[in-house]
């Protein structure tokens, strides 16, 4: 009992003493990744401390920071743009940025004596680093470094709980994390994340499995289902087994859930070695999403760097391509996923399923990305079209395991020789999608829409559209009243009055009156073709217009 409370003490201790979470930019310019980096100005500021690190390429990027990054810029976002370059220490500065490395010899151009005084005056550093520094080595070896520096502490623990449990978890890996706490206290072990895929499990003892299946969140084939988990317990009894659930909560945000069944209960000693393993889970998760994290930031950068600017040099391409190793033959294709939600909860949730999906298909690295809200456009290398069918229905089938939380539209654009077509690759899956009733949809399917979306700048379709569908809009949203979605319905359904009154839920004399009204405030006619052709023609219009 002695050695239990001076364990206990020990561990007060060394929580104490490595409190620290963030590094110094002078402990950031140690990396191996930043030999031959030189500090130009502002080494007053070498203690700032770093939490983050992150790209800057795009000129609005410096709005996007929340504070303590170190930026890592080839200058694409000043080129040509001097004003950019005078307000970039100063407004880095108002945004709490910790420090800036600018690779030598790209596209920044010269460093001024007025950014250096700046960058002197308000005591952030502005670095040169060489020109083939590696961005994501430099981003890994950051958040490794961090990883080891917050999580310091759990090194000094491990070596207490030795003592006491007779346990060591250090340098094992999630699976083996789990593999260790299944033997340790006998029982089956589950680790999910927070939308209850199964990430790593340990089965010992498959008797007390399927006793308690049909109440966990998983079926007896293994694979995950929902289920309410949510909320701590230990050695709740259901039928002749017990279960402990402990939910693994990082910055009051629920990421994982390690879920425990058992013939008999778990011990205090088993519980605190439970509690030890889970606050390395925790960091260890943590650590993932912080690579994965600043991956995607560093992908969505990438790619919308390459849609908002129309002059890039074909080497920009060619160095995409190259760092992410797609040097086979192929050609490029853009697929935009639509999520529609039946669930509610937060989209992001629903976009990071996609997002494992995409990288159980494809690999972490080996596709470009960027959203909008409840929209994930990808791009990527393919062989063959056959390839890319594969790969759409890979998708489709993943995600049709969610259906009864969310379902996807898949757009899937024309493919191209070279990325520099990314614009199209974008636009034509995103407008596949608008026309795609869940689903797949290719592009080169929308016959009379592939005429149509050329024209989408011409100042005659939007009085077409301004004409016809907008009069519509306007009214509904003035009086808030269902005329639109009433004839999209109608023209849908093939102009079938009873069918179109059932899917909307109202009586057939209801939408009669809906249909009148569209009429007059059109004004044109359902029952002749004319009419009916302007107004499906201001619908698609409509759609083609969103793209804008």
Known sequence: MKNIKNNINDIKRIKLMYGNDSLTVEEVLQLSSFSGAEVLGGSIGLKNQCNHMTILETPDGINWLEGGEVLLTAGYAFYNNEEAKQDMVINAYKRGVAAIAIKENRYFGDISDELLEDSNKYGLPLIKIPYDVVYTDTISSFYNLLFYRKNQYILNLNSIYEKLLNLTFENKDIDGIIYSLSNLS?????????????????????ESYRDISCFSPFNNYGKPIHGNIDKLCINIKINNSYICIYPIIRNKRTIAFLYLINKDKISVLEQSAIEYGLSIISMKLEREKMIKLSKTRFNKILVETMLNNKDLPKEFYNN????????????????????????????????????????????????????????????????????????????????????????????????????????????????????????????????????????????????????????????????????MKTIEYYLENNMNKKITASKLFIHVETLRYRLSRVEEISGYSIDDAEGIFALQMGLKLKRILKLK
Do not use: Q
């Not at 809200?373 to 990527?380: G, M, Q, R, T, Y």
């Not at 759409?392 to 939380?405: E, H, Q, S």
């Not at 539209?409 to 869940?438: D, H, M, P, Q, T």
């Open 186 to 206: 006998n029982s089956n072990v589950f680790l999910f994340d927070s939308n209850f895929n199964i990430l790593s499990n340990s089965i010992v003892d498959h």
């Open 320 to 483: 995409v391509e190259r760092d992410l190793g797609w040097d086979e033959e192929g050609s490029f294709v853009g697929i935009c996923i639509k999520i529609d939600i039946i669930e509610k909860k937060n989209v992001i949730d629903f976009n990071n399923i996609i997002y494992e999906i995409l990288n159980d298909i494809f690999g972490a690295d080996n596709y470009l990305t960027t959203d909008r809200i409840n929209e994930i456009f990808l791009f990527f290398k393919i062989r063959s079209d056959i390839y890319l069918k594969d790969i759409v229905n890979d998708i489709g089938k993943n995600a049709n395991i969610y259906k009864d939380r969310f379902l996807i539209s898949i757009g899937v654009s024309n493919i191209y020789n070279g990325l520099e077509e990314i614009e199209k690759l974008y636009n034509e899956s995103y407008l596949a999608v608008l026309f795609c009733r869940k689903g797949i949809t290719y592009y080169n399917s929308l016959h009379t829409m592939k005429l149509l979306y050329p024209l989408k700048d011409d100042k005659e379709i939007k009085n077409y559209y301004n004409g016809t569908i907008k009069k519509i809009e306007d009214y509904d949203k003035k009086h808030g009243t269902y005329l």
